[in-house]
């Protein structure tokens, strides 16, 4: 593991315990959020219901996607994350992997959410976590996603920031939706849907995309 991915890994651990503590609830407060991903859901449906959250944190996804018919289950980076989620959303599945090196097996899932865990990927990680994606899901399966725009420029925290109170920091890239539709196309997936919501305060505007894993026997 590379010093960057260790450094983001070790920083998520830290912050495990107060993403349980402060997100409950915050889906029920995005209707954008949840129209994407009921939105994945009905159209995910059609060719399985075997779906993964890559990037799931603590797992606050899943009984939402499991309510909409799905069969979920949760990958991270973090093994308190992990720990978390088993702890506070039991029921379901959940495995310690690095994007780059998903454990399954090829065209294995109907769909992937990647809910803002695009966003740590360093340009030269890039290629390889859209690959990943692109070998997992089947043909005709579904990716939704959501990112925060920007130019590609690398964040860190700002001085005073609720992070840096924990004493971490981690890399992030706030791509925009053309790179992000690029992205996608190089590793076989077709754009479906995309949308933004304003951008509030310091936070940028939020990007959402709902893209379609195409067939290479068609191309």
Same mark, same amino acid.
Request: glycine share 8%.
């Given at each position: 593991?590379?010093?960057?991915?260790?450094?983001?890994?070790?920083?998520?651990?830290?912050?495990?315990?107060?993403?349980?503590?402060?997100?409950?609830?915050?889906?029920?407060?995005?209707?954008?959020?949840? %129209?994407?991903?009921?939105? /994945? =859901? &009905?159209?995910?449906? $059609? !060719?399985?219901?075997?779906?993964?959250? @890559?990037?799931?944190?603590?797992?606050?996804?899943?009984?939402?996607?499991?309510?909409?018919?799905?069969?979920?289950?949760?990958?991270?980076?973090?093994?308190?994350?992990?720990?978390?989620?088993?702890?506070?959303?039991?029921?379901?599945?959940?495995?310690?992997?690095?994007?780059?090196?998903?454990?399954?097996?090829?065209?294995?899932?109907?769909?992937?959410?990647?809910?803002?865990?695009?966003?740590?990927?360093?340009?030269? %990680?890039?290629?390889?976590? /859209? =690959? &990943?994606?692109?070998? $997992? !899901?089947?043909?005709?399966?579904?990716? @939704?996603?959501?990112?925060?725009?920007?130019?590609?420029?690398?964040?860190?925290?700002?001085?005073?920031?609720?992070?840096?109170?924990?004493?971490?920091?981690?890399?992030?890239?706030?791509?925009?939706?053309?790179?992000?539709?690029?992205?996608?196309?190089?590793?076989?997936?077709?754009?479906?849907?995309?949308?933004?919501?304003?951008?509030?305060?310091?936070?940028?505007?939020?990007?959402?995309?709902?893209?379609?894993?195409?067939?290479?026997?068609?191309?």
């Amino acid at each position: 593991m590379d010093a960057r991915t260790e450094e983001l890994r070790d920083a998520h651990d830290v912050l495990s315990e107060w993403y349980a503590e402060n997100l409950v609830g915050v889906l029920e407060s995005m209707p954008v959020e949840r %129209a994407m991903l009921a939105l /994945f =859901a &009905e159209m995910t449906l $059609v !060719v399985g219901a075997e779906v993964a959250d @890559v990037g799931c944190g603590t797992g606050r996804l899943l009984p939402y996607l499991a309510s909409r018919g799905l069969s979920p289950r949760g990958v991270d980076l973090s093994p308190k994350m992990v720990e978390v989620a088993r702890r506070e959303h039991p029921g379901f599945a959940y495995e310690v992997s690095d994007l780059r090196e998903l454990p399954f097996e090829d065209a294995s899932l109907a769909g992937v959410v990647c809910w803002f865990s695009l966003i740590y990927l360093a340009p030269d %990680a890039r290629e390889r976590a /859209f =690959a &990943e994606l692109g070998r $997992v !899901v089947k043909p005709g399966g579904y990716l @939704v996603t959501a990112f925060k725009h920007g130019d590609g420029t690398l964040h860190r925290n700002a001085p005073g920031s609720r992070v840096e109170s924990f004493g971490i920091d981690f890399d992030r890239y706030w791509l925009s939706a053309r790179e992000m539709e690029d992205r996608f196309a190089t590793a076989g997936f077709a754009l479906v849907f995309q949308g933004s919501t304003p951008a509030e305060e310091a936070e940028p505007p939020y990007g959402y995309m709902l893209v379609r894993r195409t067939d290479p026997r068609s191309t």
